[in-house]
């Protein structure tokens, strides 16, 4: 079960020129000793500021872009899906129009259904499947500013004993109606340990030009499973009346460490989700995705509600893996078994996600998933200045979980620059062994928000012997 690390990581997908790229990549020298506790960062030339320079691609898309607008009344749009286990996905799509005004709103009024064609080849269905719809609210009283919202609805449907390695067309939409979507497939990736399994990796994405072009670039490299490591819509970049937080131009510079707290006065931006969804559908429709959440999910409600959002629009298959949170849970993906646990909620040992997550490690058959990896969103260990140590209480709980456990790749979001590292543990480098230690990772981190100008793209990488 040892190795000496990831075979054919490759970045397949970088938006700025590589050189521009590469000066904003931190970089540190390991000589085989301690890692170092001093963040180290590669300065870029921030002297050019123009729409050509640093910051292009960065603003967010408008909202009267065509990528960015609805289907028409009654017809499915925002179309996903999410990967539920070896032989089942869950496909997502929304119906109808959001709410949003000041106070109480209108019910909720959508009486489509539900339904999911399926078939081994294009056109010819042979299976019609029904599912489940629900909408949620985001809700703020007692300010004047804030805007009110009503999803609009969002339908659900499993579809299981599905086979592996197989190609599945299918289209979404009502019986009823027969108002249905354009025609979508995708892949089931092989079972067991089979090679090689080529993963897309992203996170921060956001909704930017750069977020389009990681987008496009991570559906032409056809990877069988993506992996997303939080921060999808950036949602609450926006108050909830629709402005963007004066403070948050999708860049800043060098010294400007100021961070403002987020005020629930001010909200979020629901609508920014739905047009989040209709700029991914192209990839999320086409490939499975294993969703896990960041700081940007949070969206805190006047009534202490968080993650409404994303817990709505993407659901994990949590239960199938015996978590009773949403926040976390595991899942085998051909050769590897991969838990994702959260860097937002409690996580010292009497937590019940510390005692979910060694109760998943420990079940671990590493004949069947050899591969055994973890996935949250803050990182532990960055020589970037932003966010630096950020997550170290996570750190001190449960690092000692991962490296008894013998995990073998740890992926993380959060800090805008891309970065790996040799294995290490508690700060000190670990040779190769049977079992490598948790930190052996790779690590990537797009889109352009509020503190650090990052690196925009994707990668793709593969899983071997």
């Known amino acids: 079960m040892g190795r000496a690390g990831i075979i054919g990581v490759v970045l397949c997908a970088i938006v700025l020129p590589f050189a521009a790229a590469r000066s904003m990549i931190e970089l540190t020298t390991v000589d085989g000793g301690p890692v170092s506790l001093i963040p180290s960062t590669v300065q870029y030339n921030w002297s050019d500021t123009s729409p050509s320079g640093i910051a292009r691609g960065t603003p967010d898309i408008p909202a009267s872009d065509p990528r960015l607008q609805p289907a028409p009344e009654g017809y499915p749009e925002q179309v996903s899906v999410t990967y539920y286990g070896p032989t089942s996905v869950r496909l997502g799509w929304a119906t109808g129009q959001a709410q949003t005004g000041y106070g109480a709103l209108e019910g909720f009024h959508d009486s489509t259904g539900s339904n999911v064609q399926l078939g081994l080849?294009?056109?010819?269905?042979?299976?019609?499947?029904?599912?489940?719809?629900?909408?949620?609210?985001?809700?703020?009283?007692?300010?004047?500013?804030?805007?009110?919202?009503?999803s609009p609805k969002l339908h659900s449907v499993v579809v299981e004993d599905l086979t592996p390695n197989t190609s599945y067309f299918y289209r979404v939409g009502d019986l009823k109606t027969q108002y249905w979507?354009?025609?979508?497939?995708?892949?089931?990736?092989?079972?067991?340990?089979?090679?090689?399994?080529?993963?897309?990796?992203?996170?921060?994405?956001?909704?930017?030009?750069?977020?389009?072009?990681?987008?496009?670039?991570?559906?032409?490299?056809?990877?069988?499973?993506?992996?997303?490591?939080?921060?999808?819509?950036?949602?609450?970049?926006?108050?909830?009346?629709?402005?963007?937080?004066?403070?948050?131009?999708?860049?800043?510079?060098?010294?400007?460490?100021?961070?403002?707290?987020?005020?629930?006065?001010?909200?979020?931006?629901?609508?920014?989700?739905?047009k989040w969804a209709r700029l991914a559908e192209p990839v999320t429709s086409s490939v499975p995705f294993l969703f896990t959440v960041g700081n940007h999910e949070m969206e805190p409600q006047s009534n202490g509600r968080k993650f409404v959002s994303y817990n709505a629009r993407y659901p994990s298959n949590y239960e199938a893996s015996g978590s009773s949170n949403a926040l976390w849970y595991s899942v085998n993906v051909g050769p590897a078994h991969i838990a994702f646990i959260t860097s937002y909620a409690d996580y010292d040992?009497?937590?019940?996600?510390?005692?979910?997550?060694?109760?998943?490690?420990?079940?671990?058959?590493?004949?069947?998933?050899?591969?055994?990896?973890?996935?949250?969103?803050?990182?532990?260990?960055?020589?970037?200045?932003?966010?630096?140590?950020e997550?170290?209480?996570?750190?001190?709980?449960?690092?000692?979980?991962?490296?008894?456990?013998g995990v073998d790749l740890v992926l993380n979001g959060h800090v805008h620059a891309y970065e790996r590292t040799f294995p290490v543990y508690n700060y000190t480098l670990i040779p190769a062994r049977g079992l490598q230690p948790a930190a052996l990772r790779w690590r990537v981190l797009l889109h352009l928000p509020a503190r650090v100008v990052c690196l925009p793209g994707a990668v793709l990488w593969a899983l071997r012997p």
Request: hydrophobic share 35%; glycine share 6%.
């Open 181 to 274: 979507s354009e025609e979508y497939n995708f892949t089931t990736p092989p079972a067991g340990p089979s090679y090689p399994l080529r993963f897309g990796l992203v996170a921060d994405v956001g909704q930017t030009d750069n977020s389009s072009d990681t987008f496009n670039h991570l559906a032409a490299s056809e990877p069988q499973v993506v992996l997303f490591i939080g921060d999808l819509s950036y949602a609450d970049n926006y108050e909830a009346n629709g402005t963007l937080y004066p403070w948050n131009n999708n860049i800043s510079y060098p010294g400007e460490d100021i961070w403002i707290p987020f005020d629930v006065e001010y909200g979020t931006f629901q609508p920014r989700w739905d």
């Open 391 to 405: 997550a170290n209480c996570q750190r001190l709980a449960m690092e000692p979980l991962l490296f008894e456990n």
């Open 349 to 389: 040992q009497d937590s019940a996600q510390y005692q979910w997550l060694a109760a998943d490690l420990a079940s671990v058959n590493r004949t069947e998933t050899p591969w055994l990896i973890v996935g949250f969103h803050a990182p532990w260990y960055t020589s970037y200045r932003s966010h630096y140590q």
């Open 121 to 150: 080849s294009p056109s010819a269905y042979t299976d019609v499947l029904e599912g489940t719809s629900s909408h949620y609210d985001q809700i703020y009283y007692g300010f004047s500013n804030a805007l009110n919202y009503t």
